[in-house]
């Protein structure tokens, strides 16, 4: 069971998209979990043959439980988050098809030490197919292994009624309890501090205007796209505020995953992440704003962008909050905060103005940065916004 967040410490298998036999590829989506927050489709990270399912769908397991086998790898898997099938080597000779077979009263199946019970691959694809437990077939082969011949006459086993998802209500109770959980959990163990400044979007605001006049509504830019890619190129400038704090120690991000906090219809928030933010275009990130935010409030998230973000970003505008105070997502060690776009008055070449202007945020880990590291992210941060045509 891959971890989807650090609000996650379980997960129930709603619905496998693979079966035995079946050939995945790095990325594939194999299974569908039920979490407290929403059904995540769950990638496979290794190239393969689907060997077991380990969990049947309805089944509750923690965080790190294997759901499946995946043999042709020749080793185990090893992934940069948590993966969510466990590779084996390929099967030995001595449970291959065709083993000499045993007297007429056969032994049960032999089990590894694991439990799982031996079987040739045909042998594991058959009782798949036929919905028969290979614990209750008497194995003939070598070293009791089961194959083919020993499921003639083996009844399959009642098959399991649909994986139970949960309700509403139930879903906002366990939101709201691992929300409170993680966020108390980040004030008892991670040292804050917040830093603010107000931007002058003025300049900002006219390249907007001027780029939208010439594409079709549907395609215009939304000021979210810029602060999202300023964002990006200074957690790249400043990178000691994009990255985790692991066993004791900062590892920095390779790229600036930033995770979008995005507010659920029925309440509740997720954070999936834009993937290498500072690398896509305006029009690209815009894109997949639109496309996160979509497939977050309809359910539809994958594992990857639930677990590796690097920096949150919240955007509380919308909803008319002028600044936010924001509390970091462990074991991230940043979260950047824009408030509503506000007309102020500001001074021009000493002359008084009125121009849009945003309340950028950062709340930060003492244990990476302090106060010089933390301005000089919202300073770079404020300089991109004057330069739009670098964005």
């Known amino acids: 069971m891959p971890s989807l967040g650090a609000d996650m410490d379980s997960g129930t298998i709603v619905e496998w998209r693979v079966g035995p ?3 995945v590829h790095r990325g594939d989506i194999v299974a569908v979990v039920d979490t407290d927050k929403a059904d995540i489709d769950v990638e496979v990270f290794e190239d393969g043959v689907i060997e077991e399912l380990l969990v049947e769908p309805g089944v509750e397991v923690a965080v790190g439980t294997p759901l499946a086998r995946l043999s042709g790898t020749g080793a185990t898997a090893t992934t940069a988050v948590p993966a969510p099938l466990t590779a084996v080597p390929a099967p030995e000779a001595s449970v291959a098809e065709g083993a000499e077979v045993g007297p007429t009263e056969a032994p049960p199946a032999a089990a590894t030490d694991s439990g799982r019970v031996r079987a040739s691959p045909r042998a594991r694809r058959l009782a798949a197919e036929r919905g028969i437990d290979l ?6 082969g070598q070293g009791g292994a089961v194959v083919t011949a020993d499921l003639e006459g083996v009844a399959a086993a009642p098959a399991p009624g649909p994986a139970r998802r949960k309700g509403e209500a139930e879903r906002q109770a366990a939101m ?3 929300i409170g959980e993680l966020m108390a959990r980040s004030k008892r163990e991670i040292p804050h501090y917040h830093l603010g400044t107000t931007v002058d979007l003025a300049t900002a605001m006219d390249w907007l205007a001027a780029a939208n006049a010439e594409r079709p509504v549907t395609e215009r830019l939304l000021p979210a796209a810029l602060l999202l890619k300023a964002t990006a190129l200074a957690a790249v400038e400043v990178p000691a505020v994009n990255g985790f704090w692991v066993d004791g120690a900062f590892r920095p991000s390779p790229a600036a995953h930033l995770g979008v906090a995005v507010a659920l219809r029925g ?8 993937h290498a933010a500072e690398a896509l275009s305006l029009d690209d990130l815009m894109a997949g704003l639109r496309d996160l935010v979509s497939r977050a409030r309809s359910g539809r998230l994958t594992g990857s962008e639930m677990a590796d973000p690097s920096l949150t970003v919240t955007n509380l505008g919308d909803q008319g ?3 936010v105070l924001g509390v970091i997502y462990p074991p991230q060690v940043g979260l950047v905060g824009f408030g509503r776009i506000v007309e102020r008055p500001v001074a ?4 008084l103005a009125v121009h849009p202007t945003v309340r950028a945020t950062l709340a930060a880990d003492h244990r990476v940065t302090d106060g010089h590291e933390g301005s000089r992210f919202l300073a770079v941060l404020d300089r991109l916004l004057q330069n739009p045509d670098d964005l």
Do not use: I, K, Y
């Open 21 to 23: 036999g079946d050939t």
């Open 348 to 351: 021009v070449d000493e002359m």
């Open 321 to 323: 909050a002028e600044e």
């Open 176 to 178: 709201r309890r691992a």
């Open 135 to 140: 614990h209750a077939a008497a194995g003939s």
């Open 267 to 274: 309440g509740g928030l997720v954070a999936p992440a834009l």
